[in-house]
């Protein structure tokens, strides 16, 4: 069922801090949606709230959590329900990035990228899904994967490993969830111009170094910004969406990556070797 009107809507936004998810609570909430928000950092989380009210929305519940920590998910959950009953829309936003080589990757490094980016959305998914089942009323399922969960861009082991499991995930439930009339939205953004962008950590690569900074600049010339892909989100969930494309470039690597394999193969490797160059010379070693 797809949901044409967001206007009375419990919508669930993780990550709702900053960049997409902040972008996203914003556009939902000009749309006459009843927000419930999370964040791992509290001030940038009141900021938002704060935000959407200044503006004439509404925001049911907030609360500080990491979404990785299922306890806290849990009694977040439990809160909601009690305060607001089951859910319309649950859009999983919240994540990490750290990028490197399998040789500089340690294992907290993998193990970052699957509690926060796989688990956590597993853990919203637990806790608010039954309870929509259990409602009737159909709803909607929104879960930020990434290009890296299409796609084998270089250094992104890790992460993929977070964001392709996350792909799968969505891909069964879109399945599952369709006798239930709740649909399934897996968005897998390219570049975006959000503060994960700074802070993304690239394993034993000194950041500052011209290399790197002139990567880093590459990647923000072709990002888009947040509120181009909030819009991509709720139109994917106004049209029962599977798929939500931000950028052209993601749709069509994906198209020819599926339909051209051997020349795919052959443009990640150079890729993945172009990286390794560039970097090669600013990496520190453990």
Known sequence: MAIKDLRGRKFLVTGA?????RALALAA???GAELVLTDLAA????DTVRTVRERGGSVLHAAALDVSDYDAVSAFAADVHQRAGALDVVANVAGTSVWGTVDALEHRHWKQMVDVNLMGPIHVIENFVPPMIEAGRGGHLVNVSSAAGL????????????????????EVLR???HRHRIGVSLVVPGAVRTPLVDSVQIVGVDRDHPAARKLTARFERHAASPEKVAGCILA???KNRFLVYTSFDVRFGYWW?????????????LANNYFSRTLEAVRTRR
């Open 17 to 21: 801090a900053s960049g997409i998810g």
């Open 29 to 31: 909430a000009a749309e």
């Open 43 to 46: 001030d940038g989380l009141d």
């Open 151 to 170: 796609l084998a861009l270089p250094w992104h082991a890790a992460y993929s490993a977070s964001k392709f499991g996350l792909r799968g995930v969505s």
């Open 175 to 177: 399945f599952d969830l």
């Open 236 to 238: 994917g969930i106004r």
């Open 257 to 269: 990556a599926r339909k051209f394999a051997p020349p795919y193969n052959l443009v990640m490797q």
